[in-house]
């Protein structure tokens, strides 16, 4: 948590010092700014010494320590935010004086003499703090009680004989382990805590077919030393190790690993090592286990993904949180054994089970509650009905010790961007460049570096590569979460069911988030906020309102997020242009952006949506107001039907836009690119005028963006005509950049594809709603040669060839849905391919497929991973 709160002071300060708005007083000694953006940086780097050090360390005194830095960050951003507002309110107010016509010629001057004193007083604290942060890392003090084996040992099984949720994993996952493959085999569990993961390996280890190998199971946990993790190991092994622990230094663990590898060797063995959270350990013990091809085996328990990749040849299980049938069966056993349970109590559990999110151990820990409480249908009801009911969280405290460590062993850049999707209600489906800009915009990262991480099963993580590492951690969020958030004052939930106030008051809280109860929580924010209200960030994440709130943002001068596109507004709140330290702003809103948007200089993030989609004819189009080009801050231009005006003159420029989405084809003249040269994604829509016949240009000009790297285009009422017609959008070059390509409803013929085949960057592929048409397509020699995820959804396609075995060679993820005319799909894909999802097609379509795998599997048995398949189908 501390790293981000020096993340987002480190983004106050970039602000005055990179700034084209902002110039510091000479007198007031501008290497003072340097000089603590400097420290700001270098205190970032010590806290980042912790993802190294973590698997040694006392976590009690490393979060004591944090929260003393949080407080120490807090303090400061406290006495610089008001100083700087201050200046810029008042400055801004003479301005609005003299003209209120044009935008602002002046440019904002900030004089920081008076708060030298404490921007001295705070690098000598952040220097003191990082010397005894980085002292405890490398000399952890005694902790008071032992901790570092993470207890998640539960076994939540309703019987010996049944694993609840986990018997056709543990059935295959048996049948693996006692095949008759004579090569060392390495099987690995991967889920989030209390998932199952040492419960099934567990019984996988106590299963029969064990009894022929040397077992061993060796439990590691977040913190270990691998010194005892080898005496573990051996003792097992009934090895004698006196002699070694005697020596000193290096040479103890150089001949406990000789003596592990010599006491296995020629061994048949099935060796579990569970709850493994560092991929350098993991690596390390591998090489330790001989391979003597005698049907050896390793089972590989983690919570993280990207430990079980640490090794090439091996079958990976990912455990599923629990349906409601299962759910419900894993309860009733709990609390009613082998009996029955009342058929009046069956509804109400059955909801109690249903409300655990499906996860066992959430599951067994509330069982336990209900099995010492009173069974009648009043209580029970009275649990099924309220998810903030005590039996909740007194399960979740008792789970605390199983779920912390996932938040507490995160790597520190992902810590504070954990908590703050706790702002979110939850099972609600993440905007992810929503979120992105807002973790951006609070400067918890760079939203350059959050992009395009390695191809994975799952392409929308593949673009935001920060939060597709919540994905690979298994880290799992619960209501503990925004108590997490309370206390260290990321956020506070406002008007939640069941919440109170602090009792310190919310006036003292950074970030306040409204989840439901919207005008009722706006008047809190209204009646219990004094003037000096440290709130940076109000964001508004509940279910839509379909009327105006009033916002009483008077307040809120500090304010830097304002995120509140679930409040519709008829016209844009006039209110907002007052809060001049505003980084982002989100809001619905049919109406105009007002020619005053300049006042928000400091703008990085502008998302305007529209609640009323209505098509626009030609002569009907909507621009957003000149004074937009003087928006020099700008990285993020979402304004839903509206369009980038002509700019006003040759200085118009917006050289930090990396994000344009929701305009249309007017946006895309020569004369409006060229203004935005930095440009990393556009994405256009396109409302045709029922009468259209004239094409538009909107490619024309997409190739002078030589940074672009996502490019969408769709047609929002797209007229499907029987025969194939010239497409009204004709393709053209695209920029040799481009990873991503988004096409919907513009009718191309199958030849036009050789437009973009050749592309050499090109990775994601995304056809919907016949973007392109016909009967046929084939694919040529050395078309899409760095293309790794394709999606065909909705078009009139029924075959689909190609041309030879050098098609597609890197393809990993294949997605074809709704094509119900489409019969023959090719079965020459390359070892590269990991899943085949096929949605509601043509039966035939489905049997190609079973048929691909099967020749895959077959082609490729022995790898670490079968192609997975999945079919659903309505048909």
Not at 529 to 551: H, M, N, W
Not at 607 to 628: A, F, T, W
Request: proline share 5%; aromatic share 8%; glycine share 4%.
């Amino acid at each position: 948590m501390a790293y981000g709160a020096a993340g987002s002071l480190e983004l106050t300060i970039e602000r005055l010092l990179k700034s084209s708005y902002i110039s510091i007083v000479q007198n007031s000694s501008p290497q003072i700014i340097k000089l603590l953006y400097e420290e700001i940086l270098s205190f970032k780097e010590a806290l980042r010494e912790f993802d190294k050090k973590r698997s040694t360390i006392n976590m009690k005194m490393v979060k004591r320590l944090e929260a003393e830095m949080v407080e120490a960050i807090y303090k400061f951003e406290d006495v610089i935010d008001p100083h700087l507002s201050n200046q810029f309110h008042s400055q801004s107010e003479e301005e609005e004086e003299e003209t209120t016509d044009h935008p602002p010629s002046m440019v904002f001057s900030v004089d920081v003499q008076e708060i030298k004193q404490d921007v001295d007083s705070f690098i000598e604290t952040m220097n003191i703090m990082k010397r005894v942060y980085i002292h405890e890392l490398c000399n952890p003090s005694p902790e008071e009680e032992e901790d570092g084996v993470v207890p998640s040992r539960i076994d939540f099984g309703v019987n010996e004989s049944n694993i609840v949720g986990l018997s056709d994993r543990f059935m295959t996952i048996k049948d693996l382990l006692d095949s008759e493959q004579s090569e060392q085999m390495i099987a690995c569990l991967v889920g989030m805590a209390g998932i199952g993961k040492t419960t099934l390996a567990k019984k996988l280890f106590q299963y029969p077919f064990t009894q022929r190998r040397t077992h061993l199971f060796v439990t590691i946990g977040p913190k270990y030393q691998l010194a005892d993790i080898l005496v573990d190991i051996l003792t097992q092994l009934n090895a004698n190790v006196d002699e070694i622990m005697l020596m000193k230094g290096e040479k103890v663990l150089v001949e406990l690993k000789r003596l592990v590898f010599k006491s296995l060797r020629f061994l048949r063995y099935l060796i579990v090592l569970d709850d493994v959270w560092d991929i350098e350990l993991c690596v390390e013990l591998l090489k330790l286990f001989p391979d003597d091809n005698n049907q050896s085996r390793v089972l590989l328990v983690s919570r993280l993904c990207e430990v079980v990749m640490c090794t090439v040849y091996r079958f990976t299980f990912q455990l599923p949180l629990l349906d409601k049938q299962k759910s419900w069966e894993l309860l009733r056993g709990k609390v009613f054994g082998e009996g029955p349970c009342p058929r009046e109590l069956e509804k109400a559990g059955q909801k109690i089970a249903e409300n655990c999110e499906g996860l066992p151990l959430t599951i067994v820990t509330v069982s336990e509650i209900l099995s010492r409480a009173e069974k009648t249908l009043e209580y029970w009801n009275e649990v099924a009905d309220d998810k903030q009911n005590s039996v909740y969280k007194d399960a979740y405290e008792q789970m605390s010790k199983v779920l912390y460590p996932s938040y507490d062993y995160l790597d520190q850049h992902l810590k504070a961007c954990f908590l703050y999707i706790g702002a979110f209600p939850q099972n609600c489906l993440l905007n992810m460049p929503q979120l992105a800009h807002l973790l951006s915009a609070e400067g918890f990262f760079n939203s350059e570096s959050m992009h395009y991480s390695e191809p994975t099963m799952n392409c929308t993580y593949d673009r935001y590569g920060y939060l597709y590492d919540f994905h690979a951690k298994n880290v799992i969020m619960y209501d503990n979460e925004t108590l997490e958030a309370a206390r260290t004052k990321l956020f506070y939930a406002l008007n939640c069911h069941g919440d109170t106030l602090l009792e310190e008051g919310i006036e003292s809280q950074r970030r306040l988030c409204i989840r439901n109860n919207v005008l009722l929580a706006v008047k809190d924010v209204h009646n219990l906020i004094a003037s000096d209200s440290k709130v940076r960030s109000l964001l508004c994440t509940g279910d839509f309102q379909e009327y105006p709130v009033p916002l009483c943002l008077e307040h809120l001068r500090l304010l830097r997020v304002f995120e509140a596109l679930s409040i519709r507004f008829y016209e844009f709140p006039m209110e907002v242009l007052k809060l001049v330290q505003l980084r982002y702003i989100a809001l619905t809103c049919d109406g105009n952006l007002p020619t005053s948007i300049f006042k928000l200089w400091n703008l990085q993030h502008l998302i305007v949506d529209r609640h009323l989609r209505i098509v626009k004819s030609v002569g009907n189009l909507l621009y957003l107001p000149i004074e937009i080009w003087n928006m020099n801050e700008l990285k993020t231009l979402h304004t839903c039907g509206r369009d980038l005006p002509h700019p006003c003159c040759e200085g118009s420029l917006l050289p930090n836009l990396l994000n344009l989405s929701g305009v249309g084809p007017q946006s895309c003249a020569k004369y409006v690119l060229e203004k935005i040269p930095n440009l990393k994604e556009l994405w256009i829509d396109i409302e045709l005028a029922p009468d259209a016949t004239e094409p538009l240009t909107c490619f024309d000009h997409i190739s002078h963006l030589h940074q672009l790297q996502d490019l969408g285009c769709s047609i929002m009422n797209p007229t499907l005509k029987t025969d194939v017609v010239t497409p009204l959008v004709p393709l053209s070059d695209f920029p040799s950049s481009l990873t991503l390509l988004t096409l919907n409803g513009l009718g191309y013929p199958w030849e036009e594809m050789r437009k973009i085949s050749s592309l050499p960057n090109l990775k994601h592929l995304f056809l919907e709603c016949y973007a392109f048409r016909g009967p046929k397509w084939e694919v040529r020699d050395n078309e899409f040669q760095s293309l790794s995820h394709l999606d065909i959804e909705d078009t009139d396609l029924e075959q689909w060839t190609f041309q030879n075995y050098h098609c597609l060679p890197v393809i990993a993820n294949l997605r074809i849905a709704h094509c119900y005319k489409l019969k023959e799909i090719p079965l020459t894909f390359g070892k590269s391919l990991l899943s085949i999802k096929i949605v509601e097609c043509n039966p035939m379509v489905v049997n190609r497929a079973i048929k691909l795998k099967e020749e895959w599997d077959d082609k490729y048995a022995g790898r670490e991973r079968l192609l997975r398949l999945v079919v659903r189908s309505s048909l």
